[in-house]
């Protein structure tokens, strides 16, 4: 029997494939085009959002793999329709739970042929590996009819979606190059398994801390709502709270503007709202904003007057900028302001409770 030309087999699908490559490329943008909104109106985090074709050497080292059951035939007998990722596309995103969404994404864009969790293949394999879930796609036909995805129609495309640190383990299992849990010393073998172990951990962990971090908004705004402020911790998202509540919403404050102030709070020595609340009470910040700027100011301003006023020389003392002599200036001259529209203050400190 005449032995089989792997050879000749691998120069006869690289011949194929450099003419159907382009077209591939293309299927690849398109799809990668096709999620990013998709997975934006979702409002998934995405840390990367790659495609590509495959490249002529990788196709034709592929290619020309022999088969599993029979090392004299190829595993590929026909390459080009076989082979599933000439076209690949990989969301990488930061936690667990991002992936079930994704899931649902891929499965409303696109015709899924294939999902394949590759844990669970490696644990069938006798492997030891990291969770990648794989899938295996085709644009829906309604798109296909439209003329810039005609030429797509019927290609597969391969999408991979994992969290960052699945792809870290990927990155790392691709160096190494591991054919199966025999071909590494089992001192290594042994490291391999608690690190998946670890990275799965962590991934868990990550999870975990923000759906405590979202819970734990939850209860703080719903604490601010209702008045409920002295359980309620100093940080930006608290602080916008409030503010919007005692303030009236303003939308031309930053993220940043607030976590500024936060920290100034707490650097004066702020620990909860209820302190901020019966410092601030009694007093009318437009009216405060009108005596020092002539108008009603917007809200973080009116708000740090409003601790001035009702602080008095304390709000220099214990304010971090409180030994520059342009602060200390300010100060004294807006209390002089406020004293002579009998605006006094409470003198309030934080830190005298």
Same mark, same amino acid.
């Given at each position: 029997?005449?032995?089989?030309?792997?050879?000749? $087999?691998?120069?006869?699908?690289?011949? +194929?494939?450099?003419?159907?490559?382009?077209?591939?490329?293309?299927?690849?943008?398109?799809?990668?085009?096709?999620?990013?909104?998709?997975?934006?109106?979702?409002?998934?985090?995405? $840390?990367?959002?790659?495609?590509?074709?495959?490249?002529?050497?990788?196709?034709?080292?592929?290619?020309?793999?022999?088969?599993?059951?029979?090392?004299?035939?190829?595993?590929?007998?026909?390459?080009?329709?076989?082979?599933?990722?000439? +076209?690949?596309?990989?969301?990488?995103?930061?936690?667990?739970?991002?992936?079930?969404?994704?899931?649902?994404?891929?499965?409303?864009?696109?015709?899924?042929?294939?999902?394949?969790?590759?844990?669970?293949?490696?644990?069938?394999?006798?492997?030891?590996?990291?969770?990648?879930? $794989?899938?295996?796609?085709?644009?829906?036909?309604?798109?296909?009819?439209?003329?810039?995805?005609?030429?797509?129609?019927?290609?597969? +495309?391969?999408?991979?979606?994992?969290?960052?640190?699945?792809?870290? *383990?990927?990155?790392?299992? $691709?160096?190494?190059?591991?054919?199966?849990?025999?071909?590494?010393?089992?001192?290594?073998?042994?490291?391999?398994?608690?690190?998946?172990?670890?990275?799965?951990?962590?991934?868990?962990?990550?999870? +975990?801390?923000?759906?405590? @971090?979202?819970?734990?908004?939850?209860?703080?705004?719903?604490?601010?709502?209702?008045?409920?402020?002295?359980?309620?911790?100093?940080?930006?998202?608290?602080?916008?709270?409030?503010?919007?509540?005692?303030?009236?919403?303003?939308?031309?404050?930053?993220?940043?503007?607030?976590?500024?102030?936060?920290?100034?709070?707490?650097?004066?020595?702020?620990?909860?709202?209820?302190?901020?609340? @019966?410092?601030?009470?009694?007093?009318?910040?437009?009216?405060?904003?009108?005596?020092?700027?002539?108008?009603?100011?917007?809200?973080?301003?009116?708000?740090?007057?409003?601790?001035?006023?009702?602080?008095?020389?304390?709000?220099?003392?214990?304010?971090? *900028?409180?030994?520059?002599?342009?602060?200390?200036?300010?100060?004294?001259?807006?209390?002089?302001?406020?004293?002579?529209?009998?605006?006094?203050?409470?003198?309030?400190?934080?830190?005298?409770?």
């Amino acid at each position: 029997m005449e032995k089989f030309d792997f050879n000749k $087999h691998k120069l006869k699908a690289i011949e +194929a494939y450099q003419k159907e490559q382009p077209k591939y490329e293309i299927l690849a943008n398109s799809i990668r085009k096709i999620l990013a909104p998709a997975l934006s109106l979702k409002n998934i985090n995405i $840390h990367k959002l790659e495609s590509r074709s495959k490249e002529i050497e990788s196709f034709a080292k592929k290619a020309a793999k022999p088969s599993e059951d029979n090392p004299e035939a190829p595993k590929y007998p026909d390459p080009l329709n076989e082979i599933t990722d000439l +076209a690949g596309v990989r969301i990488i995103t930061f936690l667990p739970k991002d992936l079930t969404t994704i899931d649902t994404c891929i499965q409303e864009e696109f015709d899924v042929k294939e999902k394949t969790d590759k844990s669970e293949q490696l644990e069938e394999q006798g492997k030891f590996g990291y969770k990648s879930i $794989h899938y295996l796609i085709q644009l829906k036909q309604d798109r296909t009819k439209l003329t810039e995805y005609r030429e797509l129609q019927g290609l597969t +495309a391969e999408i991979q979606a994992r969290t960052i640190l699945q792809h870290a *383990w990927a990155e790392m299992e $691709h160096d190494i190059q591991y054919k199966s849990s025999t071909t590494i010393p089992s001192s290594i073998k042994r490291r391999f398994i608690a690190l998946a172990g670890m990275l799965e951990i962590a991934d868990r962990e990550f999870q +975990a801390i923000q759906d405590e @971090d979202l819970e734990t908004r939850k209860i703080a705004d719903k604490n601010i709502q209702t008045g409920n402020f002295s359980d309620v911790e100093i940080t930006p998202k608290a602080l916008k709270s409030y503010l919007d509540k005692k303030f009236s919403p303003d939308q031309r404050m930053t993220e940043f503007s607030y976590e500024f102030l936060a920290k100034q709070l707490r650097k004066i020595g702020f620990e909860n709202f209820k302190q901020i609340d @019966d410092c601030i009470t009694g007093y009318d910040s437009t009216q405060i904003s009108r005596i020092l700027w002539g108008s009603k100011q917007g809200q973080i301003l009116r708000f740090e007057d409003t601790l001035l006023a009702s602080m008095g020389e304390n709000f220099q003392l214990l304010h971090p *900028w409180g030994e520059q002599d342009w602060f200390r200036d300010r100060v004294s001259r807006c209390l002089k302001d406020l004293k002579k529209n009998r605006i006094l203050p409470k003198n309030y400190s934080p830190l005298a409770e």
